[in-house]
């Protein structure tokens, strides 16, 4: 992996671990099992991009308009790094993560409640 930075801590994550191949120009990475992005808007264009691709484009259009940011950004060539294609629509697989609802005690949404259905 070639983790994202902030570009004005590139330098010092370099010099602290000099066999990371640090990425000043991303703003975020998805190589599948582990995501990681380059500084507080990053964070958010890489949690829309997590929503839009385990729900779709229009749920994360409806997420971006509702938090006021766009859902996708314009972004300069080589900004953005998914190591894998989008998985399948909704519905069509598990979300990652699944299961962490039952560590943490908490109940699990019913279907009728789901993401797609309330923004669609």
Known sequence: MK?????MHADELRRRYP???????ALFVDEG???????????????????R???GAAV???VGRRMVVAPQREV????????RPAGPGPGQR???GAGVGDRAAARARPPSRSWAEQAG
């Open 94 to 96: 598990a979300r990652p």
């Open 60 to 62: 994360a259009a409806e």
């Open 3 to 7: 983790p994202p930075t902030h570009w």
């Open 76 to 83: 300069r060539p080589g900004a953005v790094r998914v190591a």
């Open 33 to 51: 099992d582990v995501l990681t992005s380059a500084g507080t808007a990053a964070g958010i264009d890489l949690c829309l991009h997590i929503v």
């Open 53 to 55: 691709r385990d729900f």
């Open 19 to 25: 066999r990371v191949e640090v990425n000043p120009r």
